[in-house]
């Protein structure tokens, strides 16, 4: 494993989003249009209401943005430039697909997880100054804005791997990033479920879902990296 | 030139041919791209490859760059043999200018390089940035976005791209294909730098006569080689030697004139009347075939051997192979 060929993937593909600053305003449009009505509701709660808040878990819901968000990036990382013609001089270099692959994927990480903390800490700010005073207590609780810390990179990573992996094997790039949406709300389904107290919230539950994430992230890139088949991104065949 | 490959440290390459292809053959399900396809081109050789459209050229520069397997057959490139685990260590020692630039257009000259300085992990990135810049004369555009560049331009911003590597063996498919005669000249003069410094070209090209100019040897396939040698050499191998003469007026009797000359092997007379005589030997035949001339009063116009290019040759062996096929169905 090479980091100074994982680097210039990285370096690359950040100096791409950076002169192309709507690829990640987009990223952050989708969820943060998904959090106006929950945030709302909340500015509207009335102080008696916080209560009923001690079984919800309203801080969880915004799980979903980093399943969501980076969906659409890493959807486009492989088949785009393959599109474009750019993927066959990067493979003509000692480059080795598991390093191609981790240095697109870290790419696609760190403005997932800009956008994602970023649209957290201003919901925070806005609960912080809209809501009502005991509302605002009851929904940012402690162990859950650690949950919100540690789960957003688990999340947007293992949505990132699942994206590339279609990426992989997509010749189209629309139908690509129509799949990873999709393929990423299962990762949303079980946040809002959680969020609303239906899947019931504990540190043991936690614990659970962090260890499987971190597997999954891992066995993600592995996947990834065998489904990347030099040849058939080339010539469009398998070998 | 100024771009200069580093000495290789570990001695690679030695004296062993820098590519040695031996029965290679690829095929796609039932389709064959090559088959049987057999060479070797030597350490700072120019070795054109040419062939029609769908001949298999650049699946050829592919597999030999690993970038698809074989489906059978060997190869040694850069010295390295051609299997799956070396994949890494033969692509360190070669690039591939593929026929489309496939640059990043968002970003600037010197940032498509820089890219791919740390993809080949270059030791010292902006020098071989520079030199490889300088190489294709763009060390002014270095800051240029690449998709505000026009055709010519990108084209020499990928070939700068597949210098910064140091390459042993630089592949180049069809380099300079939509390059106008000016841009294309350009190329192949640094095409002539890289031979002087030592870096072996497998070149693919339709240009037959930038293959004539620049070319050592060149070999033309048609999915299997038909024929490999200096071009000179195959002009020679494909056709007989010919001497065209034009007289002012017919000849009364051209047999009695031609025949038993030494050197002399057959004759006939063209649509235009000009007596084509094939000849065995180049440095007897025409000062006989001249005094024979004089001897019978003609009133002699030329008398010039025939010179065959090698387009001659690539379209002779095209076409034999399209006779082939139009029988076989």
Excluded at chain 2, 128 to 141: K, M, P, W
Aim: charged fraction near 20%.
């Amino acid at each position: 494993m090479s980091t100074t060929r994982v680097r210039a993937i990285i370096r690359k593909e950040l100096r791409e989003y950076r002169r192309n600053r709507a690829i990640v305003v987009t990223m952050a449009i989708v969820p943060t249009v998904f959090l106006v009505e929950p945030l709302i509701q909340i500015f509207n709660l009335p102080a008696s209401s916080a209560g009923t808040l001690a079984h919800k878990h309203p801080l969880l819901y915004m799980l979903g943005i980093p399943a969501l968000a980076p969906a659409l990036i890493a959807a486009a990382s492989v088949v785009a430039e393959r599109q474009q013609g750019t993927l066959e001089p990067v493979l003509t270099t000692p480059i080795r697909r598991d390093e191609l692959i981790l240095g697109k994927a870290l790419a696609v990480l760190v403005p997932a997880l800009v956008v994602s903390y970023g649209v957290f800490g201003l919901s925070i700010a806005a609960i912080e100054l809209f809501a009502q005073a005991p509302v605002a207590s009851a929904v940012l609780r402690g162990p859950e804005l650690l949950a919100q810390l540690l789960f957003t990179p688990l999340l947007a990573t293992w949505s990132i791997w699942v994206a590339m992996a279609i990426s992989a094997r997509s010749s189209d790039i629309r139908v690509a990033q129509q799949l990873s949406t999709l393929a990423s709300l299962p990762s949303v389904l079980v946040s809002a479920l959680v969020s609303f107290d239906v899947i019931h919230a504990n540190l043991r539950l936690a614990v659970s879902l962090g260890i499987a994430l971190l597997l999954l992230d891992r066995l993600g890139w592995w996947v990834v990296s065998a489904l990347f088949d030099r040849e058939r991104l080339i010539t469009g065949t398998r070998s | 030139m100024t771009l200069g490959r580093s000495a290789a440290p570990d001695g690679r390459g030695g004296g062993a041919p820098a590519l040695v292809v031996e029965r290679l053959t690829k095929r796609f399900g039932e389709r064959v791209a090559f088959q049987d396809v057999s060479f070797e081109v030597g350490q700072g050789e120019v070795f054109g490859f040419l062939g029609p459209n769908g001949a298999g050229k650049t699946t050829t520069v592919r597999t030999l760059g690993t970038l698809i397997a074989p489906t059978s057959g060997s190869a040694t490139v850069a010295a390295v043999p051609l299997t799956p685990e070396n994949g890494v260590e033969i692509r360190r020692r070669i690039a591939i200018m593929p026929e489309s630039p496939g640059l990043y257009l968002r970003l600037s000259v010197a940032e498509n390089l820089e890219c791919f300085a740390g993809l080949y992990e270059s030791p010292a990135p902006h020098e071989r940035i520079g030199r490889a810049l300088e190489a294709v004369n763009l060390v002014d555009r270095a800051g240029d976005t690449c998709g505000a560049l026009s055709k010519g331009l990108r084209q020499r911003v990928a070939l700068a791209r597949a210098l910064v590597g140091d390459p042993e063996v630089l592949f180049l498919d069809e380099p300079t294909s939509g390059l106008d005669p000016v841009a294309a000249r350009d190329v192949e003069d640094l095409i002539d730098g890289l031979r002087q410094r030592g870096v072996t070209i497998f070149l693919t090209t339709h240009r037959l006569d930038e293959a004539e100019r620049v070319c050592d040897r060149v070999g033309i396939l048609n999915t299997t080689l038909r024929m490999i040698g200096r071009p000179a050499d195959l002009r020679e191998q494909l056709f007989a030697r010919t001497l065209a003469v034009r007289t002012l007026a017919p000849l009364a009797d051209p047999d009695a004139v031609f025949r038993g000359l030494p050197g002399v092997e057959s004759w006939h007379q063209d649509r235009s009347g000009a007596y084509l005589i094939s000849i065995s030997d180049s440095s007897r035949a025409p000062p006989a075939v001249t005094r024979a001339l004089v001897q019978a009063g003609a009133d002699v116009l030329s008398v010039a051997e025939s010179q065959h290019s090698l387009q001659d040759v690539y379209l002779e062996l095209i076409d034999e192979d399209v006779e082939l096929n139009a029988r076989r169905r």
